[in-house]
């Protein structure tokens, strides 16, 4: 595992855990490294928010639902096209690591040694290695995954929010009362 499969990149993410074909909707989990807090504050919150933002408006993604949770995100999402040669999913992770690491350097939430690694290609690593990518197949599936995504800030140990909808960073009151916060949301109901 953790090993490039052998297939054509122009449709697949290399990871065998999260491939993701370009078209299809899956439900998405990428985790900090060593499950830190660093999208505890605003900040690196927005830095998400923005990725999303510009990936939608380039028309590489489609976001149904999301979800920033301290020490992780989920994302219900499509990727519809390749951003240059690279999948979007890695061009997100990319991007918001590099802007992590802007963030760190000048203010920082979490020590940026916390997230120092011995590799040759890279001095730190923000995103755990192997997110999770789950298809999509059936509305079934994909509803629960939307109740799980929305009842996150709820849930257990996190209690970040008595409601669903009071949760900020979170499409749950996009879905239930049409708040529109994020303009790169798009309804999974029309999907299925």
Known sequence: MGK???????????????????????????SIN?????????????IIVSALDYLSKQNKIDVFAFVIMPSHIHFIWRARSLNGKEHPKGSFLKYTAHEFKKLLSFDPLIPLPCFRVNVYNKAYEFWQKNPLAIILYTRKVAFQKLDYIHFNPCAG?????????????SSAAFYEKGVTNFSFLRDIRNEF
Do not use: V
């Open 4 to 30: 490039p499969i052998t297939m054509s990149h122009t449709n697949l993410c290399y990871n065998s855990k999260s491939n993701m074909e370009l078209g299809e909707i899956y439900f998405f989990t990428a």
């Open 34 to 46: 060593h499950w830190l807090h660093l999208l505890a504050p605003d900040r690196p919150k927005q």
């Open 157 to 169: 140990k996190w209690k970040l929010a008595k409601d669903p909808n009071d949760y900020y960073f």
